[in-house]
């Protein structure tokens, strides 16, 4: 039993080096993402004083002026899912494959803050427990200053952890709103494009009757 216990002991000594350099990437990335986070959002109030009202009252009528106020390129793909909409030449199996793929790049982009939620938490109690052993034999040994020494590691790992995963939570929950947002504000467009097209298919309808009268 002392053979299997110390073998677990040396396995998790091991895993510290690992950890601690995890929780510092994570911190790193953490930091990375609040800038992100800032751009992002500077880019999407630009993006709702120029377009957005337009969107909002978007009818029949408006789809090809909203279609010609906009760029031809930009690195929002907030506005590039805009534009596939709009594009008249687009069917109704097209648009729902526009939705999903701004579906798929929503998700993409929420799975950095994702990470750090849940693994943040992980790692900084990984980077707690492992430490405490070697405090306790310290301790036990009279040896206060190797205790002091782990205590620290273990208060460290515990404050970098929590801090990446704070980070990553509030972005993640506010991301969310921001593209659910986004996604109604689409799908509304599309409600719009779908009734044009019936619009018109009525109109053809009508004008096949009349010629054929």
């Known amino acids: 039993m002392n053979y299997i216990s110390d073998i677990l002991f040396w396995i998790s000594n091991g895993l510290l080096v690992p950890v601690v350099v995890l929780l510092i990437l994570f911190f790193l990335r953490s930091l990375l993402l609040i800038g992100n986070f800032f751009g992002q959002y500077l880019q999407i109030r630009k993006t709702d004083r120029l377009f957005m009202a337009k969107v909002e009252a978007l009818t029949t009528d408006t789809v090809e002026e909203l279609r010609a106020s906009m760029p031809d390129k930009t690195r929002s793909p907030l506005l590039g899912c805009l534009a596939g909409l709009l594009d008249t030449t687009k069917d109704k199996a097209h648009r729902q494959l526009l ?115």
């Open 99 to 213: 939705l999903s793929d701004y579906e798929i790049a929503a998700d993409k982009d929420l799975g950095t803050s994702k990470t750090l939620s849940k693994m943040g938490p992980m790692l900084g109690l990984m980077g707690t427990l492992i430490p405490m052993g070697p405090a306790l034999v310290g301790l036990s040994t009279g040896d206060i200053g190797s205790m002091a020494y782990n205590m620290q590691v273990a208060f460290a790992t515990t404050v970098v952890g929590l801090f990446s995963a704070a980070i990553g939570f509030i972005t993640q929950q506010v991301k969310q709103r921001w593209y659910t947002k986004d996604l109604n504000r689409l799908e509304f467009v599309c409600d719009v494009l779908d009734g044009r097209a019936g619009q018109a298919g009525t109109v053809a309808g009508a004008d096949v009757k009349e010629d054929g009268r």
